[in-house]
């Protein structure tokens, strides 16, 4: 049977079919994500059937779709590792403490906004920030009768504006990569977007602070219980804050994430052993299974069971059925097709640099991965902005203006998967807050839309 290229309508039906599935079915029916994607897959399957591509393409289009996330899933099984093990080793305990005694909470989402900020530029991972400093915010937030799903908003909001910023960022060094451009003229083309956006969503997290943080007298008692339950629990000594350094360190020196993550649990498992007088064995199963601690506090208990290799393999199985739907979409032409039929209705810059931005954030929906949302929208319109003559930095700045920062608002993309996971919040609950990552795309395509900050190549 000879292969057809879907049509436009084919490739709309299609994504109406899919975003209806995946929302309604999260949503509505509480149906596992997994089960959804691998629907939504066959679904995408079969209409390439149709098409004329026989079940080895097909196969082998969920294999290669699949094969692009090892790295990530390499991150998150070492993330998983250094979680578990930065509990036992007093870490994340010693986070919590000194936050708890430092941030006030009429500052806590503020707070924490601005502390994921930093460490996420300075580290160059929202992954990392979240499964570490991210995680002790929201404990402190449990702690202060605040929302966890607020604070975990916060989190987000932070983690992803260094990864965006960052310049040890792997997608800040991706963009450009793509769009041909080098990194630092990318760098200051997105402050043109980025620091507004940052500015309206500190100023959403005051508001919000304002209103939501209880009575003073309900939280102190809790605060003070919460404190002493930890310093019982743990050997609260400042050398349980190596691992951190450690993490740090070799971010700034630029090492591998993997290699970074490993070295930052193996510090924390001899923590754990030297410092809080755990075996190696105890450790090694609370960086595998998560970390157990059985209190008479509540809060502790919520907050410090977890982590680990296990808690993690959930995500993993929706990165895997993700990725695989997105193989298909990839090889079937849909994508192809689809922006084959909108780059011709495209007539000017400002339309050219709206619809990279909105393609972006359609492509973490339908690939559910970042990676492939930035590489695939950046191959679409590459020659398109070359033929508008615009700099190749206003394509890249675009791709993460619409590509890093949404990633995380959908619970199926392995970014929301991994938040979820790690911040024990589900995608949809903190989605409301993160604010930085909605007004973000809005303020891009404001911008655009007045003109402002579109940059063009010097006649030569």
């Given at each position: 049977m000879k292969k057809k290229l879907p049509s436009f309508f084919d490739c709309i039906a299609l994504l109406t079919i899919t975003i209806i599935l995946l929302f309604s079915g999260t949503v509505l029916?509480?149906?596992?994500?997994?089960?959804?994607?691998?629907?939504?897959?066959?679904?995408?399957?079969?209409?390439?059937?149709?098409?004329?591509?026989?079940?080895?393409?097909?196969?082998?289009?969920?294999?290669?779709?699949?094969?692009?996330?090892?790295?990530?899933i390499m991150i998150l099984m070492t993330v998983g590792i250094l979680s578990g093990s930065f509990i036992a080793s007093g870490t994340i305990p010693l986070l919590i403490d000194y936050g708890l005694k430092l941030i006030h909470p009429t500052w806590i989402l503020p707070a924490a906004y601005i502390v994921c900020c930093i460490s996420s530029l300075v580290i160059g991972s929202s992954w990392t920030t979240a499964a570490t400093i991210g995680v002790a915010l929201v404990g402190m937030a449990g702690a202060m009768h605040v929302s966890p799903a607020i604070c975990a908003g916060a989190v987000v909001s932070g983690a992803y504006f260094g990864d965006k910023l960052s310049p040890l960022s792997d997608t800040t060094n991706l963009a450009p990569g793509v769009s041909e451009t080098d990194l630092f003229s990318h760098i200051r083309a997105m402050m043109a977007?980025?620091?507004?956006?940052?500015?309206?969503?500190?100023?959403?997290?005051?508001?919000?602070?304002?209103?939501?943080?209880?009575?003073?007298?309900?939280?102190?008692?809790?605060?003070?219980?919460?404190?002493?339950?930890?310093?019982?629990?743990?050997?609260?000594?400042?050398?349980?804050?190596?691992?951190?350094?450690?993490?740090?360190?070799?971010?700034?020196?630029?090492?591998?994430?993997?290699?970074?993550?490993?070295?930052?649990?193996?510090i924390a498992i001899l923590v754990g052993w030297l410092v809080q007088g755990q075996s190696i064995l105890a450790v090694l199963q609370a960086s595998y299974s998560g970390y157990t601690?059985?209190?008479?506090?509540?809060?502790?208990?919520?907050?410090?069971?977890?982590?680990?290799?296990?808690?993690?393999?959930?995500?993993?199985?929706?990165?895997?059925?993700?990725?695989?739907?997105?193989?298909?979409?990839?090889?079937?032409?849909?994508?192809?097709?689809?922006?084959?039929?909108?780059?011709?209705?495209?007539?000017?810059?400002?339309?050219?640099?709206?619809?990279?931005?909105?393609?972006?954030?359609?492509?973490?929906?339908?690939?559910?991965?970042?990676?492939?949302?930035?590489?695939?929208?950046?191959?679409?319109?590459?020659?398109?902005?070359?033929?508008?003559?615009?700099?190749?930095?206003?394509?890249?700045?675009?791709?993460?203006?619409?590509?890093?920062?949404?990633?995380?608002?959908?619970?199926?993309?392995?970014?929301?998967?991994?938040?979820?996971s790690a911040l024990g919040v589900p995608t949809l609950q903190y989605l409301p807050y993160a604010f930085f990552n909605l007004v973000m795309p809005v303020v891009a395509i404001v911008l655009t839309a007045f003109g402002l900050f579109i940059y063009r190549k010097k006649d030569e």
């Open positions: 029916f509480k149906i596992p994500i997994p089960l959804l994607l691998i629907i939504a897959a066959s679904i995408a399957g079969i209409k390439s059937y149709l098409l004329g591509h026989n079940w080895s393409e097909i196969e082998g289009s969920i294999v290669n779709g699949i094969k692009g996330t090892l790295p990530a977007t980025t620091i507004p956006a940052w500015a309206l969503a500190l100023i959403g997290f005051i508001v919000l602070n304002i209103y939501i943080v209880p009575e003073t007298n309900t939280r102190i008692e809790n605060i003070e219980s919460l404190l002493q339950t930890l310093e019982s629990s743990f050997n609260l000594h400042p050398v349980t804050i190596l691992p951190l350094a450690v993490v740090i360190i070799m971010a700034l020196l630029r090492f591998p994430a993997v290699v970074i993550l490993l070295a930052g649990s193996t601690i059985h209190t008479n506090n509540e809060i502790i208990n919520n907050l410090l069971n977890r982590g680990g290799i296990v808690s993690f393999l959930e995500t993993t199985l929706i990165i895997l059925c993700a990725t695989g739907l997105g193989g298909i979409w990839e090889s079937g032409g849909y994508i192809t097709s689809l922006h084959d039929n909108l780059l011709h209705k495209i007539k000017t810059s400002r339309m050219l640099i709206i619809s990279t931005v909105l393609t972006a954030v359609i492509s973490n929906i339908i690939m559910a991965e970042q990676y492939l949302s930035i590489v695939m929208t950046g191959r679409i319109y590459k020659d398109a902005y070359k033929r508008k003559k615009l700099q190749p930095f206003m394509l890249s700045r675009s791709l993460e203006d619409g590509g890093t920062v949404t990633s995380s608002l959908v619970p199926w993309n392995s970014c929301g998967a991994f938040m979820s």
